[in-house]
């Protein structure tokens, strides 16, 4: 299988997918700028706009857990249409709340739910649809999409708030969100893989099967590889307080992460399915945290530029990489259970990384934070490499 060209009909969905996770990524991604609106438009409290960002985040993360057997209840067209109509009523509501607290509060917690519906159904999709021979071409084209709002949405809203068109930037999450409810609904084959390869299991309620996916080692030992990545992917997330005590723009890090991280999952996914996940793993995870640990070292603009290029080609690789292993040590009937546990612990590390670069660098300064967080993580890649060595092939149930 590693040889052939994946089938028409899979290309089909990966399209499909790319577009749903551009739309679903696009939407969280273009919020990063809402402090910004929110100061241009005459809300005068910082700490107001600081949990108007946040409330979304804070509703993604606790509802992530509950989703796994509503999505295998409701079946994925079902998911997506409710998904796409909370998402669109939710950021009617953040333009319509203007400067107003609560209105925009509860609107930005309810599209936080939604982005977390759209996400956790659109990756226990991807995992059961394809074989798992395939599967990491399919994520690696497929999380291009996921990359490509940072290279077009964001800049744009950028340049909106720039120039005080506060109207359209607002007008932004609402037309994305729109895009990502016509799509996903729409996604080739959704009821069918529901209906044939998803299985019921014993326990009940919204968290049975989460401890099933516990009890199996190889998998436990794949969200501890998870964990550490998406460790590192936090932490260039919220790297700019450390580049900004050096003079500098963590975009400038970012940008060149972005571009190559499209190019390298857009051309080099075969590798995923060539080479062993669990051998790449410990590699993408070093290559990321070594990375951002050296951005510390008196970084110049020429240097992070640099870094953040070799930073993309392990995050273009480990991201779909981590997501297609996670998958493999799991039966088709817990998959759902799996997606949702690690999605959860990404956006538990996002949260947890994000308070410690606040409240820890306020004690000991954003640099030695941001050193200790990305030496621990590449000290973790290394201790756990003998283990992820020892597992053998999966093989689906």
Known sequence: MNSEKLSGESRKKIAFLALSFFFVFGFSNVSYFLPVYYSQIGMKSGDASGWLVAAFYIMSVISRPFLANIVENWGFKRVFIVAGVLSVLSSAGVLLSGIHFWPGFLSRALLGVASSIFLIGLAT?????????????????????????????????????LHQHNGLYILMPLLVCLGAAIITPSIPGIESVHRNRTTKKSGQGLFAGLS???????????????????????AAAFMAPMTRHYGLMASLFLSANAVVGVLVRLSCGKLLDRIPRNKLAPAAIIITAGTLFLATINPTPQSLIILGLIFGVGMGLGFPLHLALISDYVPIGLQPQAVSLSWFLMGVNFAAVSLMMGWLGDFFGPVLVFRIITGLVVLGAIWEYPALMRISKPSQG
């Open 212 to 234: 099933d996916c516990l009890k199996i080692p190889h998998f436990r030992l794949a969200l501890l590889s998870l964990f550490l990545f998406s460790i590192s992917d936090a």
């Open 125 to 161: 999709y991807q995992a059961v649809a394809f074989d798992e021979e395939e599967r990491g071409r399919a994520f690696s084209l497929i999380m291009a999409g996921g990359l490509a709002p940072m290279m077009t949405i964001v800049p744009f809203a950028d340049w909106l708030l």
